[in-house]
């Protein structure tokens, strides 16, 4: 069983709009703080955007280069983050990842979006 | 913000042989909140070690981390063959501001 599967990438043109989802199963969820990591290609790992979980205020955190652009969620009764991507830059494109915890530890295989015109 | 900055770029060794990976900060990590990533093509990156020299679950324990403060070293102890890809390093003590090292690639000699 996988525990993160990211879906929802796709090819939209530059200042279009995208929503990505990332599905959990095999542990809890709810109690888990949801990261946002994306890779361009060719280029190394660059952290996105958290949510934190409820009961540790369900905060969000964003890189500068995303902040005001989008937006992390998450519905826990479906055991699912989201990352809504607004104003899409062509240095947007790359393989998006999620990721649980504090520190990382387990990751979903990624999903492309792919920005151009 | 904390910048990380991995050496060598790429590594070129044997199977068998001994790897040492570094990642040196910008400024002191707090708590020696650094992580190290081992990243396969098409894969979802898998974490190694975190806290520094603490061993994720699972992780071979020819996969050590050492360090404080602003220098990180991550061991491989004897290289197998499926070692040879990205590894990167993150610290997660400036938060909410999260950074990753630019990446060391392991490559057979």
Request: aromatic share 12%.
């Amino acid at each position: 069983e996988v525990p993160l599967v990211e879906s929802g990438g796709g090819l939209v043109k530059p200042g279009g709009s995208l929503r990505l989802s990332c599905a959990g199963s095999g542990f809890i969820f709810s109690n888990a703080w949801m990261n946002w990591v994306r890779q361009a290609p060719g280029k190394g790992l660059e952290w996105v955007g958290r949510i934190k979980s409820k009961p540790n205020g369900g905060t969000t955190d964003y890189a500068a280069p995303v902040k005001g652009r989008f937006t992390v969620s998450r519905d826990d009764s479906k055991s699912t983050a989201y990352l809504q991507m607004n104003n899409l830059k062509i240095e947007d494109t790359a393989i998006y990842y999620c990721a649980t915890g504090w520190y990382l530890d387990l990751w979903g295989r990624g999903t492309l979006v792919t920005v151009s015109s | 913000e904390i910048v990380l900055t991995q050496s060598p770029g790429t590594r070129s060794l044997s199977p068998g042989e001994r790897a040492t990976l570094s990642c040196r900060a910008s400024q002191s990590i707090s708590n020696n909140y650094l992580a190290w990533y081992q990243h396969k093509p098409g894969q979802a990156p898998r974490l190694l070690i975190y806290g520094a020299s603490s061993r994720a679950t699972g992780i071979p324990d020819r996969f050590s981390g050492s360090g404080s403060g602003t220098d990180f070293t991550l061991t491989i102890s004897r290289l197998d063959p499926e070692d040879f890809v990205v590894y990167y390093c993150l610290q997660y003590g400036a938060s909410p501001l999260y950074t990753f090292g630019q990446g060391t690639k392991l490559e057979i000699k």
